[in-house]
Nanobody, 124 residues
Framework: QVQLAESGGGLVQAGGSLRLSCLVS????????LAWFRQAPGKEREFVSA????????YYADSVKGRFTISRDNANNTVYLQMNTLVPEETAVYSC?????????????????WGQGTQVTVSS
């Protein structure tokens, strides 16, 4: 059974930082592309960042470039998202997702495996 378990969310003031983690089990972690998406209340789920199976390529939404960093630890089946200089508009549920070889790495529809998400609230 595939499981993705996010942690690290919480309440932070604008300008602050959080580090999200996603522990993955039930699949061959090193063979999967991992991604982070977020969904704010009343909005569609949107792409945040992704990292290829080898870890050699990373992708970011334009809005988070230079502030967020994705990384993975294949030895511990974990993907991370370091988020700096957060703004209130980034309040959302952040979810990790996994897929073998998504042809569109930024598309929600490409990912078959999802975690439940972790709430990130940025106060002004």
């Amino acid at each position: 059974q595939v499981q993705l378990a996010e942690s690290g969310g919480g309440l932070v003031q604008a300008g602050g930082s959080l580090r999200l983690s996603c522990l993955v089990s039930g699949l061959t972690f090193r063979m999967y592309t991992l991604a982070w998406f977020r969904q704010a209340p009343g909005k569609e789920r949107e792409f945040v960042s992704a990292i290829t199976s080898s870890g050699t390529r990373t992708y970011y939404a334009d809005s988070v470039k230079g502030r967020f960093t994705i990384s993975r630890d294949n030895a511990n089946n974990t993907v991370y998202l370091q988020m700096n200089t957060l703004v209130p508009e980034e309040t959302a549920v952040y979810s990790c997702a996994a897929e073998r070889a998504p042809w569109n790495i930024m598309s929600v529809r490409q990912y078959n495996y999802w975690g439940q998400g972790t709430q990130v609230t940025v106060s002004s």
